[in-house]
T-cell receptor
Framework: GAVVSQHPSRVICKSGTSVKIECRSL??????MFWYRQFPKQSLMLMAT?????????EQGVEKDKFLINHASLTLSTLTVTSAHPEDSSFYIC???????????FGSGTRLTVV | SQQGEEDPQALSIQEGENATMNCSYKTSINNLQWYRQNSGRGLVHLILIRSNEREKHSGRLRVTLDTSKKSSSLLITASRAADTASYFCATDAIGANSKLTFGKGITLSVRP
Protein backbone atom coordinates (compact mmCIF):
# COMPACT_ATOMS: atom_id res chain seq x y z
CA GLY A 1 0.00 0.00 0.00
CA ALA A 2 0.90 3.68 -0.18
CA VAL A 3 3.41 4.90 2.39
CA VAL A 4 4.25 8.40 3.56
CA SER A 5 7.45 8.75 5.52
CA GLN A 6 7.55 11.72 7.90
CA HIS A 7 10.65 12.94 9.71
CA PRO A 8 11.54 13.73 12.37
CA SER A 9 9.08 11.95 14.62
CA ARG A 10 10.03 14.11 17.58
CA VAL A 11 11.93 17.36 17.82
CA ILE A 12 12.70 19.75 20.64
CA CYS A 13 13.91 23.18 19.71
CA LYS A 14 14.60 26.48 21.37
CA SER A 15 12.36 29.48 20.94
CA GLY A 16 13.33 31.54 17.94
CA THR A 17 14.81 28.71 15.94
CA SER A 18 13.36 27.06 12.85
CA VAL A 19 12.40 23.46 12.38
CA LYS A 20 11.90 21.59 9.12
CA ILE A 21 9.57 18.63 8.83
CA GLU A 22 9.78 16.38 5.80
CA CYS A 23 7.17 14.17 4.24
CA ARG A 24 8.08 11.75 1.49
CA SER A 25 5.67 9.60 -0.47
CA LEU A 26 7.65 6.41 -0.90
CA UNK A 27 5.71 4.49 -3.48
CA UNK A 28 3.42 6.98 -5.11
CA UNK A 29 3.53 10.46 -6.50
CA UNK A 30 1.71 13.01 -4.40
CA UNK A 31 0.81 16.08 -6.41
CA UNK A 32 -0.97 17.35 -3.33
CA MET A 33 0.01 16.99 0.31
CA PHE A 34 -2.08 18.24 3.19
CA TRP A 35 -0.54 19.52 6.41
CA TYR A 36 -2.45 19.29 9.68
CA ARG A 37 -1.71 20.15 13.27
CA GLN A 38 -3.22 18.50 16.29
CA PHE A 39 -3.24 19.72 19.86
CA PRO A 40 -3.46 17.17 22.70
CA LYS A 41 -6.78 15.35 22.82
CA GLN A 42 -8.12 17.44 19.96
CA SER A 43 -8.89 16.91 16.33
CA LEU A 44 -6.74 17.59 13.31
CA MET A 45 -6.93 21.07 11.89
CA LEU A 46 -5.90 21.64 8.30
CA MET A 47 -3.13 24.20 8.02
CA ALA A 48 -2.34 24.21 4.34
CA THR A 49 -2.46 22.35 1.08
CA UNK A 50 0.89 21.78 -0.56
CA UNK A 51 0.88 21.62 -4.36
CA UNK A 52 3.81 20.30 -6.35
CA UNK A 53 5.41 23.04 -8.38
CA UNK A 54 3.21 25.84 -7.12
CA UNK A 55 2.49 27.87 -4.02
CA UNK A 56 0.80 26.30 -1.08
CA UNK A 57 -2.74 27.22 -0.15
CA UNK A 58 -3.12 28.22 3.47
CA GLU A 59 -6.21 27.98 5.62
CA GLN A 60 -7.62 31.07 7.20
CA GLY A 61 -5.66 32.14 10.25
CA VAL A 62 -2.49 30.24 9.35
CA GLU A 63 0.51 32.52 8.82
CA LYS A 64 2.19 31.59 5.57
CA ASP A 65 5.39 33.40 6.52
CA LYS A 66 5.64 31.40 9.70
CA PHE A 67 4.77 28.01 8.29
CA LEU A 68 6.74 27.72 5.08
CA ILE A 69 5.71 24.93 2.78
CA ASN A 70 7.76 23.65 -0.12
CA HIS A 71 6.67 20.94 -2.52
CA ALA A 72 9.54 20.82 -4.96
CA SER A 73 8.96 17.30 -6.23
CA LEU A 74 6.18 14.77 -6.55
CA THR A 75 7.54 12.81 -3.63
CA LEU A 76 8.66 15.44 -1.14
CA SER A 77 6.84 18.14 0.76
CA THR A 78 8.36 20.08 3.63
CA LEU A 79 6.95 22.28 6.36
CA THR A 80 9.28 24.70 8.09
CA VAL A 81 8.17 26.29 11.32
CA THR A 82 10.10 29.54 11.45
CA SER A 83 10.96 31.47 14.59
CA ALA A 84 9.23 28.84 16.67
CA HIS A 85 7.48 29.79 19.89
CA PRO A 86 6.19 27.57 22.70
CA GLU A 87 2.64 27.98 21.37
CA ASP A 88 3.77 26.27 18.16
CA SER A 89 4.32 23.10 20.17
CA SER A 90 1.99 20.58 18.64
CA PHE A 91 1.68 17.39 16.63
CA TYR A 92 2.12 18.02 12.90
CA ILE A 93 1.04 15.45 10.37
CA CYS A 94 1.04 15.30 6.59
CA UNK A 95 -1.18 13.29 4.32
CA UNK A 96 -1.27 12.59 0.62
CA UNK A 97 -3.70 11.11 -1.84
CA UNK A 98 -2.51 8.48 -4.25
CA UNK A 99 -4.02 8.92 -7.71
CA UNK A 100 -6.97 6.61 -8.15
CA UNK A 101 -7.36 6.11 -4.43
CA UNK A 102 -9.88 7.97 -2.37
CA UNK A 103 -8.28 7.17 0.95
CA UNK A 104 -5.46 9.32 2.18
CA UNK A 105 -2.14 8.07 3.45
CA PHE A 106 -0.74 9.92 6.41
CA GLY A 107 2.73 10.15 7.82
CA SER A 108 3.43 9.07 11.36
CA GLY A 109 3.48 12.66 12.57
CA THR A 110 6.01 14.97 14.19
CA ARG A 111 5.81 15.96 17.84
CA LEU A 112 7.28 19.46 18.07
CA THR A 113 8.17 20.89 21.45
CA VAL A 114 9.44 24.44 21.61
CA VAL A 115 11.21 25.35 24.85
CA SER B 1 -13.76 24.66 10.71
CA GLN B 2 -14.68 21.15 11.70
CA GLN B 3 -17.22 19.36 9.61
CA GLY B 4 -17.69 16.10 11.43
CA GLU B 5 -18.97 15.65 14.94
CA GLU B 6 -18.60 12.22 16.44
CA ASP B 7 -20.47 10.77 19.33
CA PRO B 8 -19.92 9.49 21.85
CA GLN B 9 -16.70 11.32 22.62
CA ALA B 10 -15.49 8.41 24.68
CA LEU B 11 -16.53 4.79 24.68
CA SER B 12 -15.41 2.00 26.97
CA ILE B 13 -16.42 -1.58 26.24
CA GLN B 14 -15.44 -5.10 27.11
CA GLU B 15 -13.42 -7.18 24.70
CA GLY B 16 -15.72 -9.14 22.42
CA GLU B 17 -18.46 -6.53 22.46
CA ASN B 18 -19.38 -4.39 19.49
CA ALA B 19 -18.48 -0.71 19.34
CA THR B 20 -20.67 1.76 17.50
CA MET B 21 -19.47 5.26 16.77
CA ASN B 22 -21.49 7.95 15.07
CA CYS B 23 -20.54 10.97 13.02
CA SER B 24 -22.61 13.87 11.80
CA TYR B 25 -21.57 16.45 9.27
CA LYS B 26 -22.93 19.65 7.82
CA THR B 27 -22.34 20.01 4.10
CA SER B 28 -22.70 17.90 0.98
CA ILE B 29 -19.89 15.44 0.54
CA ASN B 30 -18.11 13.39 -2.09
CA ASN B 31 -17.22 10.75 0.46
CA LEU B 32 -16.74 10.13 4.16
CA GLN B 33 -13.76 8.34 5.61
CA TRP B 34 -12.94 6.84 8.98
CA TYR B 35 -9.45 6.89 10.43
CA ARG B 36 -7.84 5.42 13.48
CA GLN B 37 -5.10 7.00 15.55
CA ASN B 38 -3.16 5.29 18.26
CA SER B 39 -1.92 7.59 21.00
CA GLY B 40 0.67 10.01 19.66
CA ARG B 41 0.87 8.27 16.34
CA GLY B 42 -0.17 8.85 12.75
CA LEU B 43 -3.51 8.17 11.17
CA VAL B 44 -4.50 4.91 9.58
CA HIS B 45 -7.17 4.90 6.92
CA LEU B 46 -9.87 2.39 7.80
CA ILE B 47 -12.65 2.69 5.30
CA LEU B 48 -14.17 5.09 2.80
CA ILE B 49 -17.80 5.33 1.79
CA ARG B 50 -18.91 7.35 -1.18
CA SER B 51 -21.93 9.62 -1.15
CA ASN B 52 -23.91 7.22 -3.34
CA GLU B 53 -23.23 4.25 -1.06
CA ARG B 54 -25.25 3.37 2.01
CA GLU B 55 -23.25 0.62 3.62
CA LYS B 56 -19.81 -0.86 3.34
CA HIS B 57 -17.93 -3.66 5.06
CA SER B 58 -14.27 -4.34 5.61
CA GLY B 59 -13.36 -7.22 7.89
CA ARG B 60 -14.79 -6.43 11.33
CA LEU B 61 -15.74 -2.93 10.24
CA ARG B 62 -19.12 -1.87 8.98
CA VAL B 63 -19.83 1.70 8.00
CA THR B 64 -23.14 3.23 7.05
CA LEU B 65 -23.94 6.55 5.48
CA ASP B 66 -27.21 8.45 5.52
CA THR B 67 -26.84 11.52 3.35
CA SER B 68 -30.36 12.70 4.11
CA LYS B 69 -29.45 12.91 7.79
CA LYS B 70 -25.83 13.80 7.08
CA SER B 71 -24.64 11.08 9.38
CA SER B 72 -22.48 8.00 9.37
CA SER B 73 -21.79 5.20 11.78
CA LEU B 74 -18.82 2.92 12.25
CA LEU B 75 -19.38 -0.46 13.81
CA ILE B 76 -16.49 -2.55 15.03
CA THR B 77 -17.62 -6.07 15.76
CA ALA B 78 -16.03 -8.48 18.22
CA SER B 79 -13.75 -5.79 19.59
CA ARG B 80 -10.24 -6.54 20.76
CA ALA B 81 -7.98 -4.77 23.22
CA ALA B 82 -5.84 -3.79 20.24
CA ASP B 83 -8.77 -1.75 18.88
CA THR B 84 -8.16 0.76 21.68
CA ALA B 85 -7.47 4.04 19.88
CA SER B 86 -9.04 7.29 18.78
CA TYR B 87 -11.34 7.15 15.79
CA PHE B 88 -12.05 10.08 13.50
CA CYS B 89 -14.50 10.60 10.73
CA ALA B 90 -13.39 12.88 7.93
CA THR B 91 -15.38 14.35 5.09
CA ASP B 92 -14.34 15.19 1.58
CA ALA B 93 -16.81 17.95 0.94
CA ILE B 94 -18.03 18.92 -2.49
CA GLY B 95 -16.08 21.91 -3.71
CA ALA B 96 -13.38 21.55 -1.09
CA ASN B 97 -10.66 20.47 -3.52
CA SER B 98 -10.20 17.09 -1.85
CA LYS B 99 -9.39 18.62 1.52
CA LEU B 100 -10.39 16.37 4.39
CA THR B 101 -12.14 17.90 7.37
CA PHE B 102 -11.92 15.86 10.54
CA GLY B 103 -14.33 15.48 13.40
CA LYS B 104 -13.33 15.75 17.03
CA GLY B 105 -12.74 12.06 17.41
CA ILE B 106 -13.92 9.28 19.66
CA THR B 107 -11.69 7.62 22.20
CA LEU B 108 -12.41 3.91 22.30
CA SER B 109 -11.14 1.81 25.17
CA VAL B 110 -11.53 -1.95 24.94
CA ARG B 111 -11.03 -3.68 28.27
CA PRO B 112 -9.41 -7.11 28.08
Amino acid sequence: GAVVSQHPSRVICKSGTSVKIECRSLDFQATTMFWYRQFPKQSLMLMATSNEGSKATYEQGVEKDKFLINHASLTLSTLTVTSAHPEDSSFYICGGNRAGSYGYTFGSGTRLTVV
Amino acid sequence: SQQGEEDPQALSIQEGENATMNCSYKTSINNLQWYRQNSGRGLVHLILIRSNEREKHSGRLRVTLDTSKKSSSLLITASRAADTASYFCATDAIGANSKLTFGKGITLSVRP
